[in-house]
């Protein structure tokens, strides 16, 4: 149980296009899903969180009108990344949480992009 | 802010060696400490966590305890095996809920 999907796995997009992010809970519903950004070999760095039906919270310098989040349902979390440049290419991970349980999150496999 | 530090990879053992790998966090107040690990193409997954000082985590044979005095989280197991190659994370959760990570590290077991 407490599986976490994302998809695409890599993405490779050219500068200046948008790419969507999909991350789903698929047998839990995530009342709470967070996305995380991982450069080589450095740490996971939060970039926002989103709670099903309201507007995301972004961490301090992270843009939010580059990096769109929809939470529209209890299993879909979306990340969009618009207008790539090539400094947006890293991984990203995103995580999801039961409601009441709030020191437990299950994490998706991560998104590889690349922008050329 | 807080944080986390811990020891920078990778760590090469030979089966059946002991691990440690080390930890230590910066933080306000007693947070619950974590460990996870990330298996080649997958996700992180939770090993253990503490939630309070002098608690040990233990799965799999890995343990870790908090240490308040040392604000440390060191992650040990007596015996690795091959199967135990990974990434690992330490993180803690703040106030408001969130983890705060470390860097991870690499850790190659060889047979």
């Known amino acids: 149980g407490a599986v976490v999907s994302q998809h695409p796995s890599r993405v490779i997009c050219k500068s200046g296009t948008s790419v969507k992010i999909e991350c789903r809970s698929l047998?839990?519903?995530?009342?709470?899903m967070f996305w995380y950004r991982q450069f080589p070999k450095q740490s996971l760095m939060l970039m926002a969180t989103?709670?099903?039906?309201?507007?995301?919270?972004?961490e301090q310098g992270v843009e939010k009108d580059k990096f769109l989040i929809n939470h529209a349902s209890l299993t879909l979390s979306t990340l969009t990344v618009t207008s790539a440049h090539p400094e947006d290419s890293s991984f990203y991970i995103c995580?999801?949480?039961?409601?009441?349980?709030?020191?437990?999150?299950?994490f998706g496999p991560g998104t590889r992009l690349t922008v050329l | 802010g807080d944080s986390v530090t811990q020891m920078e990879g990778p760590v090469t053992l030979s089966e059946e060696a002991f691990l440690t790998i080390n930890c230590t966090y910066t933080?306000?107040?007693?947070?619950?400490l974590f460990w996870y690990v990330q298996y080649p193409g997958e996700g992180l997954q939770l090993l253990l966590k503490?939630?309070?000082?002098?608690d040990k985590g233990s799965n799999k044979g890995f343990e870790a305890t908090y240490r308040k005095e040392t604000t440390s989280f060191h992650l040990e197991k007596g015996s690795v095996q091959v199967s135990d190659s990974a990434v690992y994370f330490c993180?803690?959760?703040?106030?408001?809920?969130?983890?705060?990570f470390g860097s991870g590290t690499r850790l190659l077991v060889r047979p």
């Open positions: 995580s999801a949480r039961v409601y009441g349980l709030l020191d437990t999150q299950y």
């Open positions: 047998d839990f519903q995530a009342t709470t």
């Open positions: 989103s709670n099903e039906g309201s507007k995301a919270t972004y």
């Open positions: 933080a306000t107040g007693y947070p619950s």
């Open positions: 503490a939630t309070k000082a002098d």
């Open positions: 993180a803690l959760m703040d106030s408001s809920y969130k983890l705060i």
